[in-house]
């Protein structure tokens, strides 16, 4: 049995972890009210401008041409991932990189070689750069402060590579934040837009009146609405990542409480036994001065 100074040690040890990770969900939680606050706040303006163009895109009595709804065969990929900076949050990074990888199986037909990434957070781009993979692009910082002119920045550029057929699809991948307990991997498909979005439904046209003309409203109305979805979902993993910390170190304090209630047992038994042995050697000795 360990001796009561090493126990003492282990108590003082425990404590002081405890006292670490109980400020560090104090933190993550104020965080995370914010993140709350901010897609919150945001998600509303997104949501309805992406409906306003599906339903333009759908109901529209006019053939258009749209060439970022180009579906052609798959040669090139390019994968938009999202992580975190930091870890101490549970399986938020390792869920991401796992979906990742299932991505990149479901590729089974596409060489490594054309297969790019833009990265959004530490974790997923160094996992992706030591296995070799080509990372086009990384915004780490993006992580710690969404900007949404630099968000503009990589989704006007997978548009530039779409349209010059560099890449044939554009995926998203990220966490959800459903609540500070549940945070649920999203996968989207950025580009090419999706059938469901682009055909048309018989027996229903919405009257629009478009100015100055539908090819421009086109021309703007898709690529604000894509920098939006990116932008929204890296507002919805900062979310995610400052959930699973708070729920992390949560667990953590409490595994903490109950570590220290074991060791204190433990100690107080070690205690008792040593003042036993004590006591004995005390009464063997007086036993032993009587005879």
Do not use: W
């Amino acid at each position: 049995m360990a001796s009561l100074k090493e126990v003492r040690g282990r108590i003082a040890s425990v404590s002081s972890t405890k006292k670490i990770t109980s400020a560090m969900k104090m933190v993550s939680a104020a965080k995370l009210r914010r993140a709350q606050d901010a897609i919150t706040n945001y998600l509303p303006y997104q949501e309805k401008l992406a409906k306003t163009l599906e339903d333009f895109l759908t109901y529209s009595t006019d053939d258009l041409s749209i060439p970022l709804a180009d579906m052609r065969p798959i040669k090139k990929v390019a994968i938009i991932a999202i992580s975190s900076n930091g870890s101490l949050c549970g399986a938020f990074n390792s869920n991401v990189i796992k979906k990742t990888d299932e991505l990149i199986r479901n590729y089974e037909d596409v060489s490594k070689e054309n297969i790019c990434f833009y990265t959004i957070g530490k974790k997923i781009s160094e996992s992706l750069a030591k296995r070799g993979y080509n990372v086009k692009g990384r915004y780490d910082k993006l992580v710690d402060k969404a900007d949404y002119e630099q968000v503009a920045a990589i989704i006007d550029e997978v548009i530039g590579l779409f349209l010059n057929k560099e890449i044939d699809c554009v995926e998203l991948v990220y966490n959800h934040f459903k609540n500070a307990a549940v945070q649920l991997i999203a996968h989207e498909i950025v580009l090419p837009l999706t059938k469901s979005v682009t055909e048309k439904t018989d027996g229903k046209a919405l009257d629009y009146i478009l100015e100055p003309n539908k090819e421009y409203l086109i021309k703007q109305l898709v690529p604000t609405v894509l920098r939006l979805r990116l932008y929204s979902a890296i507002l919805d993993s900062i979310a995610a990542e400052h959930g699973a910390r708070t729920t992390a170190m949560q667990t953590a304090t409490d595994n903490a409480e109950d570590l220290i209630f074991d060791l204190k047992l433990k100690y107080n038994k070690a205690r008792q036994e040593a003042i036993t042995k004590e006591i004995i050697d005390i009464v063997g000795g007086a036993e032993a001065l009587r005879s």
